[in-house]
């Protein structure tokens, strides 16, 4: 099966590899790591699966639950360590 990957135009999406994205909380308090789900372009949501504050914590659970080892190589790069400052 393949479905198309659309780019969504959400501002506090940080990062979208496929059927994995990271975005900031509404709050503006940590990042969260969403999964796809839906069988059909209609059907098409995203469900938190979990949430961060210090960037190690992020990469090692989106490593684990994507096995996008690429993908955590680009949000080590764009990512302070915390949430909210000191790079």
């Not at 979208?16 to 209609?42: H, L, M, P, Y």
Request: proline share 2%; aromatic share 12%.
């Amino acid at each position: 099966m393949n479905i198309q990957t659309p780019i969504t135009s959400d501002e506090n999406v940080l990062f979208q590899s496929f059927n994995f994205r990271v975005k900031i909380c509404k709050a503006n308090w940590q990042w969260i790591i969403q999964k796809r789900f839906g069988k059909s372009t209609s059907e098409l949501g995203w469900q938190s699966i979990s949430y961060h504050r210090s960037k190690d914590s992020l990469m090692r659970v989106y490593n684990e639950k994507t096995g996008d080892g690429m993908g955590a190589s680009v949000l080590d790069k764009m990512l302070p360590s915390h949430f909210g400052g000191d790079s």
